[in-house]
């Protein structure tokens, strides 16, 4: 029996199949999911996610969120989610330094912002790595 | 009678108006379009996020997180969603309406100019104002939230409630009140929103396990969806916000265009009258002449 998968992100659903088998990424480190997995409530990491079906394998770059795996259904509910052919490697690069330089450059930020570039940075690097994994 | 010219005057500037509103219901109506989409992109959301939270209430006390915990209440945090810009009918009106009623201490954040602008105006306990954009990005929103849940938890306000004009079509938005925290009852709170979300039930019939643990999955799941459900109420504010300025203006356009017709008709009268004045006069004249 396949596995279908769902990724939700506030914007709209960014991945919905069946499929074979998926790798998360949780805060605990990153968990296999096969058909007949228990029923699970998991906080997803800022990661790669791996979804297998019919032998081929593709990436996603999820950012922040939850995991609920019921039955034969995986929902992911994440802040950011971009599949691989979506990442734009020169803008996510653009975009990482401008965060970085941002950083570096203010000394005294409310700590929302400071926050929120830091995630930027750190999605930025997932995203990078998931497009740069097959060279 | 006002002469031709006085006329001919007010129908320039009537045609100016009927041109401006014109341009503003169009631009009105295209954001709308976008404010809506935006407003809908997020119900799968809500959805997802409320079957999470349905499958931690069986586990969850009444005080098992300080944003569950309810205290007596003597000073209500209200956060006011109005616009920026006026020219949007009575919907910001309405929601000062709702405001004025409250007659308990209250303390006020504001997003948008205008709630900011009447709140000072009616010398109310301002504690800070924020400005969106259309786009009422995430991020955005967040901003004021956690503010208002840091006070929350500091014990200086003891409700967090939103003040928004909730889009129900496009011609009508109701100002309304909605508490947010406490989130005292975990699982009315979650009936009510699987009601409204239309959420399936589970399939799965074993217990479901947590990682790391319940309460972990909890504690970052419940600020989240605090800022989540503020950010939706927002969308729906936003998109409120833009059908009530493309109803104001198409009215205001269709006055505009009545307006026209009857000053068109008295400018032909006014005309007329003149010729016929002139023809007399001439006719006397040739007749005094003869």
Redesign the interface.
Known sequence: MPLTL?I??????VYSDTIDSVVVP???GE?GVLPGH??????VADGELRVTKGGATSWLAVGGG?A?I????V?V?A?HAITEEKIDENTVEAAMKRAEEELKAAKTMDP?QYE?LQSLVRYSGVQLAVKRRRR | MPSTRDIRRRIKSVKNTRQITKAMELVAASKMKKAQAAALAGRPYAQLMADMLAALAPRVGENQHPLLVRRDVKVRGILLVTTDKGLCGPLNANLFKLVTEIRMPAKYVAIGRKGAQFLARTKRDVLADFTVSDRAGFNEVKTPVEFMVKLFLEGSIDTVEVIYPRYKNTLVQEAVARPVLPLSNVKDFVSTLRAEAGAGKFTDERDMLFEPSADAVLAALLPFYVNRYIHQLVLSAKASEQSARMVAMKTAKDNATKLLGDLTLEYNKARQAGITQEILEIAAAAFSAS
Request: hydrophobic share 30%; aromatic share 4%.
């Open positions: 769902e939700v992100t506030p914007e709209a659903k949780t805060v605990e968990i228990i029923p699970l409530l998991t906080q939850f609920q019921d039955g034969d259904r929902r509910l802040e929302q929120h």
